[in-house]
């Protein structure tokens, strides 16, 4: 995920930016530059789905990431192991560095890929309380910022800024989050919808720095609280890093071959 410089020229017809705005902006930047050179990712986990009754669907599901390179935006693929009707179902994601990223879907059973559109981001994936949208990338410029000082959660004083989403076809009006000054990962975030009402909550637990360096959550927790619905995600293998993962593992030809 790399962070692109506002042209020099441009500045001149953008309003003046609040100190406090740079400030939040710059805690993400920090971000992304405490998290590059991982090279590549692997990992599967579990998948809980609540519904509001109580009832509960098991998933298990693998990702893999290959880090974007100079101008390039990071490349992921998601796929169904498990249960056996929805497994090797898999979406592919495109980070674009100006623009909202590109997103496929494919569905085994009909063996058709589908291109998610920016318009359809907002939809629910396969089900969870995830969106495409929450799957797609997150590059620094996709958000305009705003500081609004520290919070105390579970116990630790964190950064507390607001985002405010730049696609004009995101489905939140802004996210509230929540942001580790050590690590600097969001531990929490507060999800609007295009009215401003509250829509969900996004919990992030038992992080872990891998290579001493790439913090990454055991479990994360996504709260609608319009539905009463949870999704439950949890790390069931260690983080891989670096293992050799190419850019043609993440084209839409690899989606059909992928298990």
Not at 113 to 120: A, F, L
Not at 181 to 186: F, G, H, I
Request: aromatic share 12%.
């Amino acid at each position: 995920m790399r962070v692109f410089l506002i042209c020099f020229s441009l500045l001149f017809l953008m309003p003046t930016v609040p100190a406090e705005d740079n400030r939040g902006r710059q805690i993400y930047v920090q971000r992304d530059t405490q998290d590059s050179g991982f090279v590549d990712s692997t990992v599967v986990m579990n998948m809980i789905l609540f519904a509001k009754n109580g009832r509960t669907s098991r998933r298990v599901i693998k990702i893999q990431i290959l880090e974007g390179l100079k101008d390039k935006g990071d490349k992921m693929t998601l796929v169904f192991k498990q249960p056996r009707d929805i497994a090797g179902t898999a979406l592919l994601t495109h980070e674009l560095l100006e623009q909202d990223d590109n997103q496929w879907l494919y569905m085994p059973a009909f063996k058709r890929i589908k291109r998610i559109s920016s318009r359809n981001r907002t939809g629910r994936f396969m089900g969870t309380e995830f969106t495409y949208e929450d799957l797609a990338g997150e590059k620094v410029n996709d958000f305009r910022y705003r500081y609004l000082g520290t919070r105390k959660y579970r116990g630790k004083m964190v950064y507390y800024i607001e985002r405010i989403p730049v696609s004009r076809y995101s489905g939140y009006s802004r996210q509230e989050t929540f942001v580790d000054p050590k690590t600097y990962q969001a531990v929490k975030i507060i999800y609007y919808d295009r009215k401003g009402r509250l829509l969900k909550t996004q919990e992030a637990e038992n992080w872990v720095a891998y290579l001493n360096k790439f913090w990454r959550p055991k479990k994360i927790v996504m709260t609608n609280h319009r539905t009463g619905r949870s999704t439950i995600v949890t790390v069931t293998s260690d983080y891989e890093f670096a293992k050799g993962l190419r850019d043609s593992d993440f084209s839409k030809s690899a989606l059909r071959r992928i298990r």
